[in-house]
């Protein structure tokens, strides 16, 4: 079945070599190429995984808090600059042993001479990292508190511009059906202010409510649907932090213990092997996964311990209550979209309590790292998921307990890593691998899985292509080689088989995932790739007549091209061409493609800046989907999935005429000529248009 793809494939690259031929004529003999952009690839990458909704924010939370204490290379360790997600384990290695061999660096253009570090990689890493000498301790006292902090607010509004159905309901409808139409307004709003004193102390507070939800009435009187917020105190001696509110936590590779975002063991986004971010102050605004209470970090010598308490009410699907208090007993599922617009997602709300406690021990020197987590998980109402055959290894209960163990090992040019976890079942998990690093162009890696059916983790976020880490066993290998200072390959080949059924698949089932990527710069004007993946796996097959449901392989061809072109100082373009061919079984194949050209013009006489993109789709259906990353206001991400057939246009405005004042306006527009109404439910439009309106406004002081 793969050969017949291929070979359905073949015939159809004369157009698309055509098409990218024609891109290719204006940047023929400028560019410089790096690989595309860390947060688009991980964007799209989440967003066509992931069955849970995501907020992206997180990304630019690290980067953020890096821009505004960057890292001084004089004074500086490995755990420090492996938060940069540009560099690897090697140009690590290298840049600490050079500045212990040659002492202090005094530009940031001397790491030229650094083995692993080129004009590319440099530009990558200057907004966040600094060569002055140590900085001084800032004691916190009032008057400075006041005097050298800062301070940013952003205030946003969005909505849609059409007329969706669940806001134009007739009162007497709501009287016989309250759930026949949204209670609140359709405007999405969002707040976010934030408090930096140097590198000692940090608070935030974010709030969001969603379109249809009340605001300061109804179910609602405390205005916002949902509140996030901190207060984080560094480097104080001994106590590296403490942090009362919202944080993340994230250990070894992930397979124990990770909340939030990592982009690090996502393959073709960056390194395999994952950098944990151990405690992090968190203000996403994520209703359905997150922890609230107290967190410490403790750092003496070469150790370093973490502990932390969660303690917050979470949504749940209620299906029996207590008959004396009227609490929830037994819960099918956590709700983690986070709306609360009609009666029904609201009796979901808050329904149950969660507290999760635990911690990490890490021993870290130059070249062994070696951390021991646990946590228990507790809950007020039992989860009883209805049973299925595939789920029937679930989680069930009221508390759990996870366990494990990670290690890295730093040799010469390899390094060793991996982590194994145990829950209180009696269920494994297993992820080892070895990184190596021959040449400074030249890297690979191998990485085993082993996730028993019936290990149980609602708190696991490691390497995987199943939606949980759990039921699967695999094997990744990639590699990233520079072929030439303007020539880069990079590709990876994961195998994988689930052992038990899952859902849509009534048999154990196997899988496979390719893809090479080719990058190529000259100069500085334009950079370009092209990025080829194949995917298969298999489902219970669409069309069958036997009483047991078989299995058919579905095969997933992608090919896209695109060129960045820096014209001139003020403009960028941006071409992407897209396309994609589904096949199942023997049914006929379907494909779909996009083409995309983005124009970005920036003024800073006149701090103004302006983003304009049209898109062009023509998809068979909706399993076509292609995901492509889109310019949004500062902490909000679109990344649109276009199917069907249609046009979209989306334009962003952006004008700071002042240091302390930005203002943001966005708009979108989708076109379809292949139906006359959009969306479902009580977010339908009748028409063929959906557009989407987006203010923000930005003060610091």
């Not at 969002?190 to 249809?212: H, M, P, Q, V």
Request: proline share 3%; net charge neutral; hydrophobic share 35%.
């Amino acid at each position: 079945m793969i050969r017949d793809t291929i070979r359905e494939f073949i015939h159809q690259t004369q157009l698309i070599s055509m098409l990218v031929f024609s891109f290719l004529i204006p940047t023929l003999g400028f560019s410089q190429n790096e690989n595309p952009d860390l947060i688009e690839r991980t964007t799209e990458k989440l967003s066509e995984t992931s069955d849970k909704p995501i907020d992206f924010s997180e990304i630019s939370d690290v980067m953020d808090r890096l821009q505004d204490h960057p890292i001084n290379l004089n004074n500086t360790n490995h755990e420090e600059l492996s938060h940069l997600l540009f560099l690897n384990d090697r140009q690590i290695n290298n840049l600490i042993q050079y500045i212990q061999s040659y002492g202090t660096i005094y530009s940031i253009y001397e790491l030229k001479v650094v083995d692993g570090f080129d004009s590319a990689t440099i530009r990558k890493i200057v907004p966040y990292v600094s060569v002055g000498q140590e900085m001084e301790k800032h004691p916190i006292r009032m008057k400075d508190l006041l005097g050298s902090g800062r301070n940013q607010l952003l205030i946003r509004a969005e909505q849609v511009v059409q007329k969706q159905a669940g806001y134009h309901v007739a009162d007497t409808v709501l009287e016989k059906d309250p759930n026949a139409g949204y209670a609140g307004s359709p405007v999405k709003l969002y707040f976010r202010y934030t408090y930096s004193f140097y590198n000692r102390l940090s608070i935030g507070l974010s709030g969001e409510k969603d379109a249809g939800e009340q605001f300061f009435r109804g179910n609602q009187k405390n205005g916002m649907d949902f509140y996030s917020g901190y207060i984080s105190l560094q480097n104080t001696g001994m106590l590296k932090q403490i942090t009362i509110g919202n944080f993340n936590v994230d250990f070894g590779q992930g397979l124990t213990l990770s909340s939030g975002i990592s982009a690090g063991a996502i393959p073709g986004t960056g390194n395999v092997r994952r950098y944990a971010r151990g405690v992090v102050p968190s203000q996403s605004t994520n209703e359905g996964n997150y922890l609230r209470g107290v967190a410490v970090v403790l750092k003496k010598w070469n150790f370093k311990l973490s502990l932390f308490y969660s303690n917050h009410k979470r949504d749940a699907n209620v299906i029996s209550t207590d008959t004396v208090s009227g609490d929830a007993r037994d819960v099918t599922s956590f709700s983690e979209t986070g709306y609360h617009r009609i009666p029904r997602e609201i009796e979901d709300k808050n329904v149950l309590r969660e507290s999760i406690y635990g911690g990490n021990l890490n021993f870290r020197n130059s070249f062994l790292s070696i951390g021991l987590t646990g946590f228990r998980s507790q809950w007020s109402a039992s989860l009883e998921p209805k049973t299925y055959p595939y789920n029937v290894f679930a989680f069930h209960g009221k508390e759990n307990l996870n366990i494990g163990i990670d290690f890295q090992v730093a040799l010469r040019n390899a390094f060793l890593f991996g982590e194994c976890a145990r829950n209180r079942n009696g269920g494994m998990a297993f992820l080892s691998g070895i990184q190596l690093n021959p040449d400074p162009r030249l890297m690979f890696s191998l990485t085993l899985r082993d996730y028993q059916r019936n290990y149980q983790d609602l708190l696991s976020n490691a390497l995987g292509q199943n939606s949980a880490n759990a039921n699967e066993e695999g094997v990744l290998f990639t590699f990233n080689a520079g072929i030439a200072p303007q020539l880069g390959l990079t590709g990876y080949a994961d195998l994988y088989r689930f052992p038990w059924l899952k859902y849509r698949t009534d048999s154990p089932s196997y899988g496979s995932e390719y893809q090479l990527q080719s990058d190529y710069t000259a100069g500085k004007s334009v950079k370009m790739y092209l990025r080829f993946r194949i995917r298969s796996k298999q489902i219970n097959a669409t069309e069958n007549m036997r009483p047991v449901n078989i299995l058919e392989e579905g095969t997933s061809i992608t090919l896209r091209y695109q060129a960045d072109w820096q014209v001139s100082e003020f403009l960028l373009l941006k071409s992407r061409f897209e396309w994609l061919r589904n096949r199942n079984g023997d049914l006929s194949p379907a494909s779909g493609y996009l083409f995309s050209q983005i124009l970005s013009y920036k003024l800073p006489v006149k701090h103004f800046s302006l983003a304009f993109l049209y898109a062009l789709f023509d998809t068979d259906s909706y399993n076509e989907r292609i995901y492509a990353y889109e310019s949004d206001v500062l902490y909000g991400y679109s990344v649109p999935s276009y199917y069907g057939k249609g046009i979209r246009c989306m334009i962003l405005f952006e004008w700071s005429p002042y240091r302390w004042f930005e203002l943001s306006l966005r708009y979108g527009q989708t076109w379809y000529s292949d139906r006359n109404v959009i969306g479902t439910g009580l977010d339908l439009i009748n028409g063929n248009t959906k557009s989407e309106v987006e203010i923000q406004v930005r003060i610091r002081f």
